[in-house]
């Protein structure tokens, strides 16, 4: 089969609500017709400073919600970045096909930088979209599954590949970007405008999958609403509505259209009450599942060993062709 692959950064102490029904449902879908890699980049977590315990515990929260949200290690393979030695060792060579100007020109850089000032910039800050190229390019996906926001980080990985190719030969699968439906964009509870990003200005608008139902049904009956009072999608007018009829969609599968029609001539407080409903339900067992497996890191820990294994298989084979490539000298 084809192969895809994709990542989310351990730097929160839970995976949220958007990260789940923007990345990782569709990666549990994908996995049944893909040979899927999903890893846990810490390599680009340190590019902001990190509590090393911290860092540890989150890169294995991280790993458990992967498993509680559906990926079947038994068919996808499952790894921490900083276990696979070629994904630094690949960013370097591809630091050196990148143009300066070109880097400069990534806007999650550019507001990042913005946020913590030019000199509190990491240059790995600077240098994160190369290392999630080599990412990629390492096990010759046909696709990367993310959400809109990676969308240039993702093109970056297509100019890169085969500005290598041309240069070099041939030796970059050149990977399709592979995005969700408009609807699967999940925005701030408190300020449909923004994203739901851990980065949120206030814990509010944010959904986490380890929140306990309390804290989640609070969350979502007290979402920000737009004025009137009818229940329709449009995201203009009415984004704080449209945003948690886009949740309900994804979280039950029925059609928003469905929704809006069940819906008529009912208050926001029935369709908040509801979805509260709908939502912890939903989140609970994955929750509880994730938590299980924290229980006993060392087992956690085993099947990450074994993930990290697997993928230097392909990765190191990608990585002795490019080195030969660019005229590096064979080992002994
Ligand atoms: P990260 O960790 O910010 O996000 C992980 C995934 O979740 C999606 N996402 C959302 N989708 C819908 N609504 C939201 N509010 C929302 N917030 C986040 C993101 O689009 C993403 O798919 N640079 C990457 C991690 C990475 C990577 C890679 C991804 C490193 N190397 C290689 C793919 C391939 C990142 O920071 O994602």
New binding site residues.
Partial sequence: PQRI?????P?ADSLHL??Y???LVNWVRLQEQYDAYFFI?DL?AITVPQDPEDLRKRTRVTAAQYIAGGVDTDRATLFVQSQVPEHAQLAWVLNCLTGFGEASRMTQFKDKQQRFGADAASVGLFTYPIL?VA??LLYQPHG?P?????RQ??ELSRDLAKRFNSRYGETFTVPEVFIQKDS????DLQNPAA???KSAASPAGLINLLDPDKVIAKRIKSAVTDDGTEIRFDREAKPGISNLLSIYSLITGRSVDTLVKEYEGKMYGHLKVDLAEAVTEHIRPIRERALELLDDPSELDRLLAHGALKARETASATLADVYEKIGFLPLG
Avoid at 5 to 9: A, C, D, R, V, Y
Avoid at 184 to 187: D, L, T, V
């Fill in positions: 692959l994709s990542g989310m950064q730097s958007g990260n029904l923007g990345a980049p680009h999630q990412d990629i990367v993310v959400g809109e926001d990676q980080h993702v699967a964009k999940i925005y994203k739901m990003s």
